[in-house]
């Protein structure tokens, strides 16, 4: 099996096999990416683009990690340009200050199965937007402090503090969000569980 290196530069060299591979491995990562962030209609583009790109890229790539962590920054790259043109009239876009809920409409929570999982998501969207993209990547995705610091240009250390500061956002709008206390409780000592299931739930949809 060639790996992603491999595949891509079969891509760029025109072969159309090659890129549907790709698709094929990184759809739900990519996917995953997007779905809370922007309505699923905008989404579907987004995710095209993210790939155009990477195929119309010239860097050279060795292991499946690096390459994850380009094509989600890609993806990372994507989405801020999106935002961007939404407000071009507006103030500019800010990723440690403004959240996905301050920047555009609000994506469907219809992948939430419990109510547990649609507070989770709706605390997801309202942290800024670059500590939501480095927590639903460490969460969600399983990528390291180390991928997610060369990502956003941070030591490694600096990368653990913002995942650190996202985790407590997370649980104080959770616990802010939750209509009882019993609810609350249930959220917050299960949200492991949660985020797990909202992993598993969007790769499936994803392909529906």
């Not at 790109?53 to 920054?73: H, K, M, P």
């Not at 999982?117 to 997801?124: D, F, G, M, P, R």
């Not at 249930?186 to 299931?197: N, P, S």
Request: glycine content about 8%.
């Amino acid at each position: 099996m060639r790996d992603d290196a491999e595949l891509l530069a079969a891509w760029r060299a025109g072969e159309r096999a090659a890129g549907e591979a790709l698709l094929s491995r990184h759809f739900d990562a990519v996917h995953r990416f997007f779905r809370f962030k922007v309505p699923e209609d905008a989404a579907a583009d987004l995710i095209q683009q993210t790939f155009l790109a990477i195929c119309e890229g010239r860097e050279r790539f060795r292991g499946e990690s690096a390459f994850r962590t380009y094509l989600l920054g890609t993806a990372r790259l994507i989405l801020l340009s999106y935002f961007r043109k939404r407000r071009r009239d507006l103030e500019r876009v800010d990723p440690l200050e403004q959240s996905v809920a301050e920047l555009g409409p609000t994506p469907s929570y219809a992948l939430a199965r419990r109510r547990e999982e649609e507070i989770l998501v709706q605390a997801l969207r309202e942290l800024p937007l670059d500590l939501q993209i480095a927590f639903e990547l460490y969460h969600l995705e399983g990528m390291t402090a180390g991928e997610l610091a060369r990502m956003h240009g941070l030591s490694e250390p600096g990368m653990y503090g913002r995942l650190r500061k996202a985790r407590l956002l997370v649980v104080a709008a959770c616990e802010r969000i939750a209509e009882t206390p019993a609810l609350r409780e249930a959220t917050v000592e299960r949200l492991d569980d949660w985020v797990r299931g909202l992993q598993a739930q969007i790769g499936a949809r994803g392909r529906g």
